[in-house]
């Protein structure tokens, strides 16, 4: 690449100084610093002190080394966030929807509902015809079920609220103590599921997506016929491996692994 034609030196400096600071996890002293820049001693300490300052590195105090700061991963997150999980999402999408072979979703919680977003339409003869825009209710959706039992607990309480749980199905979950232990259930398994709950024969299979702060940003599912569907974790770890691969890619650094 061709060097940008207007160029200050000492912000040039503190540039190559944080990204000698990235390459090295374990610190640099200012003299190690001085010699990976080619720089004075005194001046690679001033460079320390400003970034130093500003939070962009920190002093181990025990061993007197510069690591990178917080101020970085407050902007990093910043930058993450303005990452649109929708396209991230649809390639990923798109591989879980060969693998498993059914269809795949991404949605979010809205008003108090799931709002679908993206969907990759299964090849198989039979499909579920779920499109962009479409609303679910939350305790018969595996999204919806996944959002809800990955996020903090008092939006359950939030989400429960005044709420009546309209049976679909005669597999629907009616009461809110009984939606509270498939929860708990759905966190424990590491994967949420809608057994024929919203529409009878039909099968879903849910996981969170994270964004970078580690919010549960949205869920995905596979969705299917229960002849093809099962309950065996097979479908449910491809499902976890693509959220956790979208939530790698809007920055989360803890994925979930089954």
Known sequence: MKPPAYRIQ????????????????????????AQRLDLHKSTAHR???????????????ASGKYNLGPK??????AAVARLDVYEIARPHLRALAAATGETAHLGVLRAGEVVSVVHVHSRQTLTTPITVGARTPVHCSSIGKAILAFGPPAEIDTWLRGRKL???????IKSS????????ATRARGYSLDNEEREEGLRCIGAPVRDGSGSVAAAISVAGPVSRVGLNGALASLVID????????LGYRAARHS
């Open 47 to 61: 460079i320390a002190m400003v970034l130093e300052s500003a939070r962009f590195i920190e002093k181990d105090a």
């Open 72 to 77: 970085l991963f407050e902007l990093g997150r």
């Open 242 to 249: 693509a959220a956790d691969r979208i939530s790698a890619a």
């Open 166 to 172: 309209t049976p679909y199905t005669r597999l629907t």
């Open 177 to 184: 103590r009984r939606f509270r232990q498939e929860l708990s």
């Open 10 to 33: 000492v912000l040039d400096r503190a540039f190559q100084a944080l990204d000698a600071l990235a390459a090295q996890p374990f610190g640099l002293g200012v003299t190690e610093l």
